[in-house]
């Protein structure tokens, strides 16, 4: 679907409602660059107790994909429940008004049925997309740095005449929980719900936080050794298409980032004590949130998921951050409280973010305009019900090359397409049926001939052979 029309949707927008329980109020985390690193997806060393918590009484998604491992149209995926694709942009640096007004997001549409829409911190990635839709809103805020030589290098690089100014990657300063941004995003949340306790809402509460820089107060990277961090394989998939992979300038442009060749075992284990940290942060202010939820007593009745945008590489391939089709990038952590269930339930259907939208408005008794995503109610009811056969992502290198995926949940089959012939450059198939990190391309590989083709019929329903990207 390529448009969705506002003369066709607007009728959506006001809808009489045949509910005969409270609807619940909707509070969504929405986290930036998180990866499954969690200790309710089996990591053992990260420590996550409120999020973990969740998952206890909630249901646990193991296959859920992001449409594009990237802020900006991720983002926007999220809150439309429409794909890239069908929105039309690819990049972080269109914000989605510009080109497409016509698009009901989920906050015009919940504000349309009477809720209190409410956006602190990084919802969208441009904070102006929907700004006058939201009653509540917390702009999202810059990163900064609180120690004194962190503050003095960022200066240095201001000086320097760089194209691109960061500070240095990481920090661990001293300091309260509201020093950093997220501290302060979960202070706006709870001031919020006090204010609206008797109204119904739908909350967005965007988390920075495990995103460059990986800032978090000293008390959470004390939660961690370094060195009982093991040091990802370097190595790149074998006969990978030669642009799959970034060249991670996200994390170079860093002051304290080597610009070239692979970061040492010291440097990479630092990074991964960073990282880990900041969920630690993210974790204690969603468990401030949920706690204020609960005084107030309206945990009882608030719908509540927790959802990064997509995931992210932390030197794996020897490549860091996201920018890419792999597993690592596109699979990302998904739990849906609805307050229902007593004991934890997981489910290995293959969702995706665009889900989310008709989910909680399918749980808040509201129909919704027709959208790329679908609600995945039928699963909270029965998590093991036979489910999509595929998910897909897409991610492109400038305009000469559109790199289009898909998984069964065990493979990944990717096609790098010229958008502009359609020729088919290249192919990737990697296996992941039981390990993350991809290996050897099998495209060409005689024995999984009848695997490629299968994988292929897939792609082509999402992406057929003239699919016009542009």
């Avoid at 969603?286 to 204020?292: A, E, L, P, R, V």
């Avoid at 107030?296 to 009745?301: A, I, Q, V, Y």
Wanted: glycine share 6%.
């Amino acid at each position: 679907m390529k448009k969705v029309f506002l003369a066709f949707a607007i009728s959506y927008l006001s809808i009489g409602l045949s509910f005969a329980q409270e609807q619940p109020n909707v509070l969504i985390f929405l986290v930036d660059d998180l990866r499954n690193d969690l200790g309710c997806y089996g990591n053992t060393e990260v420590k996550s107790p409120n999020i973990d918590a969740l998952a206890e009484n909630g249901i646990l998604f193991n296959k859920a994909y992001c449409q594009q491992a990237i802020c900006a149209p991720s983002r926007m995926s999220i809150l439309t429940g429409l794909r890239p694709e069908s929105i039309g942009i690819y990049d972080i640096f269109t914000p989605m008004r510009k080109v497409r007004k016509d698009i009901i997001s989920m906050p015009q549409f919940f504000k349309a049925n009477n809720y209190k829409t409410v956006s602190i911190g990084k919802v969208y990635h441009h904070s102006r997309d929907d700004k006058s839709v939201w009653d509540v809103y917390f702009e999202k805020e810059r990163n900064s740095y609180v120690k004194k030589e962190s503050i003095e290098d960022l200066e240095l690089q201001k000086q320097s005449g760089k194209k691109v100014v960061k500070g240095v990657a990481f920090e661990d300063a001293d300091v309260a929980d509201e020093a950093y941004k997220d501290g302060r995003a979960a202070n706006y949340a709870i001031e919020t719900l006090n204010k609206l306790k008797d109204d119904k809402f739908l909350m967005v509460v965007g988390l920075s936080k495990p995103h460059l820089p990986y800032n978090a107060p000293k008390k959470y990277w004390d939660l961690y050794n370094k060195d009982n961090f093991k040091v990802p394989s370097r190595n790149k998939p074998e006969g990978m298409f030669r642009l799959s992979l970034s060249k991670w300038g996200e994390l170079k442009n860093y002051s304290n980032i080597p610009n070239e060749g692979d970061l040492d075992d010291d440097l990479t284990k630092e990074l991964i004590n960073g990282y880990y940290a900041c969920i630690s942060y993210i974790d204690a202010q969603i468990g401030k949130i949920i706690n204020t939820l609960e005084t107030l007593d309206l945990r009882k009745n608030t719908l509540i998921v927790f959802m990064s945008d997509h995931g992210y590489k932390l030197g794996e391939y020897g490549a860091w951050c996201k920018h890419s089709n792999m597993e690592i990038d596109t699979r990302v952590p998904l739990i849906i409280n609805d307050g229902s269930k007593k004991k934890a339930i997981q489910s290995n259907a293959l969702v995706e973010n665009i889900d989310i939208f008709p989910t909680i408005a399918e749980l808040s008794g509201l129909n919704i305009h027709e959208i790329d995503g679908k609600s995945l109610l039928p699963l909270i009811d029965n998590p093991n019900k036979d489910w999509d056969e595929a998910a897909y992502s897409l991610f492109p290198r400038g305009d000469k090359y559109m790199g289009c995926t898909v998984t069964n949940g065990k493979f990944r089959y990717t096609e790098w397409r010229n958008p502009e012939t359609k020729e088919v450059i290249s192919t990737e198939l990697f296996n992941h049926e039981t390990h993350l990190i991809a290996d050897k391309n099998l495209s060409g590989i005689p024995e999984y001939k009848k695997l490629k083709a299968n994988m292929k019929r897939l792609l082509l329903k999402q992406f057929p052979k003239d699919y016009k990207f542009y």
